[in-house]
């Protein structure tokens, strides 16, 4: 079994687990045949869900866990779980078993067990949550969305690094466009760590594709592919964002039904809102990636459905499936010469 394939699942994490996550895995299986299954968790309870499926069955492998980590735990008590569903998933990609993992359990837990266990990639400072959602441009990725407080001009240059390859893989785009979150879009605007990380960024290799600075309406305007900020503004951003498109379907759903002609008028504007269901299901967004470890790491929403469920597996398959992390490397790699070779240059003269 080649390790390029294969994604060790955590099957008891989430709100309806493991029969959500065994159904997801199933759509999954179909969409990507080649792939490969390994299931952590309690076999009497996972093993006849997965001997039921069509598909699921040929391309996985089951591995009884006797512990889960639920979904109320304190990471400090997960960390001594060894035999957790969770932590056995996390394990196989420490031992080269497999390439990823996925798990909509415990986000504290998984945060805590992956970077304790698997540890960040050679030249990354701190890892970053990265996350993708709706746009009036199309799909949009923002990081970091929650991991990192306490930060430095150094690591949003990593975010914004980390940020561009994702959206190259997952969004499918040749040359994403990124930009700082700030206050506004001036070059004078925000503290001195963020004009420090633009300026460096202007001298980069991806330089051409830095914006500059934008500011909170520019998330929903799709002004940039990539949105890249420091974890505590970014969290509040998401949850400000996610809140706003909850209101605007509690809105719409007020408006069609509040009398007889507001009820002719859905059913004449019916198409077009199916669309629009259709473009801002959360499920098609399912799937935050913890960026900059060694190895794929993605935390599923724990309230998610199967389809939703599979879709976060797509997105772990196609970080597998490009290299995901050899492409950071590289991109470090190519970063750190650029910024060196002005001072090697300027020795050189002296």
């Keep these: 079994m080649s390790r390029s394939n294969v994604l060790a699942v955590d099957a008891m994490g ?22 490969k299954f390994l299931i952590y968790g309690d076999e009497t309870v996972i093993g006849p869900l997965v001997a039921k499926t069509k598909r699921l069955k040929a391309q996985s492998v089951l591995y009884h866990a006797t512990e889960t980590i639920t979904g109320d735990m304190k990471p400090t008590i997960a960390l001594r779980l060894r035999d957790s569903s969770m932590r056995r998933a996390i394990d196989a990609v ?4 497999a390439a990823g993992v996925i798990s909509a359990g415990n986000t504290g837990a998984l945060l805590a067990l992956s970077k304790i266990v ?66 506004g879009s001036e070059e004078g605007k925000g503290d001195e760590t963020l ?19 934008v500011e909170g309406h520019d998330i929903a305007a799709g002004t940039v592919d990539v949105v890249v900020t420091d974890g505590f503004t970014g969290n509040v951003a998401l949850k400000t964002g996610e809140g706003a498109l909850k209101l605007v379907g ?68 196609d970080m597998i ?9 590289e991109g470090l790699a190519a970063l750190d010469q650029a910024i060196l070779a002005p001072e090697v240059g300027s020795v050189s003269n002296v």
């Design 14 to 35: 989430g709100d309806e687990a493991p029969a959500m996550v065994i159904a997801g895995l199933e759509i999954a299986a179909v969409r990507q045949p080649l792939a």
């Design 94 to 97: 420490l031992a080269g078993e």
């Design 118 to 183: 698997l540890k960040t990639l050679k030249g990354i400072d701190r890892p970053a949550m990265a996350a993708i959602g709706p746009s009036a441009k199309g799909d949009v990725v923002m990081l970091d969305l929650g991991l990192n407080v306490v930060y430095d001009a150094r690591n949003l240059v990593e975010f914004a690094l980390m940020g561009e390859i994702f959206a190259k893989v997952v969004l499918g785009l040749p040359a994403p466009s990124f930009g700082l979150l700030n206050i």
């Design 195 to 213: 004009r420090s990380a633009a300026a460096t960024l202007r001298d980069s290799p991806i330089g051409k594709q830095f914006y500059g600075f």
């Design 250 to 317: 509690e809105l719409l759903k007020k408006v069609f039904t509040s009398g007889p002609l507001a009820r002719v008028g859905y059913v004449l504007a019916r198409g077009g809102l199916q669309r629009l269901k259709e473009w801002l299901d959360p499920r098609r967004y399912n799937g935050a990636v913890l960026l900059g470890l060694n190895g794929v790491v993605v935390k599923s929403h724990g309230g998610t459905d199967a389809e939703g469920f599979a879709h976060a597996v797509d997105v772990a398959l």
């Design 321 to 329: 499936t490009h290299d995901f992390n050899q492409m950071i490397i």
